[in-house]
């Protein structure tokens, strides 16, 4: 029986025969532009199909170019998704769902900033001693983004020019501080690393205190360092600190420059008060630091405010950064600004709060810098005759505003005073300082005759008593509170210690050359009275609690104790009209408050054990010359020699005012 056509395509040994089907093509919804320019059928397999022209938009996509986007979109929401969880977990209370681009620019420039500071702080203690103070690359990276100046920055202060000025000192300010974050406090020397800082625990940056503890700071800032250095509005200022205030209590991220300033603030304010301890205060500034960059990069009136803040705390603080590097820094800023400079033309002029506030700005970085650098015995940084600007006017903060003031200021003596009285009274003297320093201590190859000093000496006493004559009186509230700052007291050691200014050169360079009578400079009587007084009125001061711990209050009081015991050494005249009893009055006087002070900061006890040292010399001396008056034999330091050495080496360290360490190698020789 014959196959059928059936059998054979189904059963049986036979081998199949294929059977040929038409491939199908894959259907495509739009052509691509190789088919389209061939004009034939796409089957979107080959290389040359991948590409696709959508009509309506008149744009090439990929041929998956939705398929991509869909996968994209699902990996963005996911990733969204793990963020929107770790900010919730930094900050719980800030709502995520609601957030606006304020919060957002917030929350970039608070976290990069903690993450900034977190850098210094293990760059300051994890580095060796031979390692360079600045991470690697970050100096170099903070040279290489200087940026040339303009004339005036979008929204930013006018910048003043002169004839070689080229780039902006602002990007280096805050590599500037982290490089002297390590150094010791207050009036140290630039560039010395004390051991005694460097061994301190760092301090753990602290979250603000609640409401009625910051009030109490605030308070406590603005009644005793404000009339000192107003560099703040402090209208302006209680509006900062209740838009933080507002801010935490909705659970939104308050604006970074307002938070610096509560913090300092805060931290300063603590510093005033003994029952804040070191944690607090310390804790506070660490929080500061973490947003002082943010200030920095404003490049702006606010970015002097803020390095002045941080003087303010290292006047008062065991430990910060060198007040002679913050006034130089504050005062090269306000160059830069041309807040030295009257500009009729400027529109500054017309803000008439703006306008004060640029002026006790300049006055304030004038003040510090005058003080500090005459201490230190070093140059200004501005000339005199480089400024032009006046004084800000003598009227309470309340009174000025935007657009007019609200009062007359205070133009005579005779009128009552006012928040910024005495700090334009202390600008007065701070001037006269820089004079002294101009005509009584000479240039290199330069020096003035004896009768041509004598009159200087003269014109400046007359000028200083004057000053203290005119002196204002001392504000309610500072009463009120007990501060020191602007009472009779606080004047006289001023006066007093502007005397010893006005003869510092001479002490050193005239004490072996008689003059014509055969007697020694009357100027080593008239520093040994001066010195005594600022013994005395220091310790009425610490007695009755008026006084704040400040090394420029330790400068100022070491300074008039060796130079009491120097005159005494050094001066037959002077020796001989001041008794026993009279000296050891000076010198307890001096040793209460050294000993109150070391008691509270341990880099004080060299001084107060120098002192100890020199003055027991000193009274064994008087001793002896009672008991035979023919023996006029100088104290002697045999005894102990190498704890002063040691002593001395610790002083240096911390920072020593060059009229100590001339008085001090005198007398040791």
Known sequence: MEPTPTDVLSDGPQSPIPQRTAARRPRVARACIACQQKKQKCDGGSPSCCISHDPSTNRRHPRNYVDSLEKHNTSLEQHVAFLEGALRKLHPNLDVDNLTSRAIESIAATDSAVTRWEEDVSDMTGRSAGSPAFPHGAYRDDVSNLDLLCLRAAGGDPHYFGTSSDFSLTKLFSATLRGVQAQGPGLTMGGVSNSTILSRPLPTPKQLPERAVLVRLTTAYFEQVHPQFPLLHRPTYLEWEEDVLRAREKGELPN???LFFVYAVAAVGALTNADSGDTLPEGLYASAETLFEHV??????ESIQAILCCAMYSIRSPVGVSVWTLSGLALRQCIELGLHRKIPWSKVEHNVLKSQMRRRVFWCSYNLDRAVAITLGRPVGINDSDIDVEYPLDID?????VSCLLAEPRTSSAQPVTTVSSSIHTIRARQIWGRIQNLMYPQIGTESTAEMRSMIIQSFRD??????????DQLSSNKAHNNAFGCAEWFELMYHHSILLLHRHSLVSFQQSPNEDGARDPAFLECAQAAERICMLYRQLYITQRLNDTWGALHVLFLGAITFLYCLWVSPETRATYRSDRVSAACTSCMVVLAVMAERWAGVRPYRDTFDMLASATQTMFAESQANPSMHALPALSSGHDELSSNLIDMAELGMC????????????
């Open 256 to 258: 970074p420059t307002y």
């Open 296 to 301: 920095m990069r404003l490049n702006s009136l």
């Open 397 to 401: 903060d309340e009174n000025i505003t």
């Open 463 to 472: 000028e200083l008593k004057n000053w203290l004559d005119t002196a204002p």
């Open 658 to 669: 060059s009229s100590i360490e001339d008085l001090l190698t005198m007398m040791i020789q």
